[in-house]
């Protein structure tokens, strides 16, 4: 009888685990990354104001699988 339940137990944990990694719903996809870094400042004494781009950093982003993404950035 208990070997009788664990079995039953293996198969279903087995037939559990077969199924997620059968799941046909996700789909790699790949975005862009794109981030700018700028200042901004305004003198009140002077009532001027400026805005200046330090950096900006350029990428792309890909996920293979639900697991593993990479990301390129330059």
Request: charged share 20%.
């Amino acid at each position: 009888m208990i070997r009788r339940l664990v079995l039953f137990f293996i198969l279903t944990l087995t037939g559990h685990i077969l199924a997620q990694s059968t799941d046909k719903s996700f789909k790699p996809s790949g975005k862009p990354i794109v981030q700018v870094f700028g200042t901004a400042a305004y003198d009140f004494e002077n009532n001027t104001y400026g805005y200046s781009l330090g950096r900006a950093h350029l990428g792309f982003q890909y996920q293979f699988d639900k697991k593993w993404s990479a990301k390129i950035i330059h």
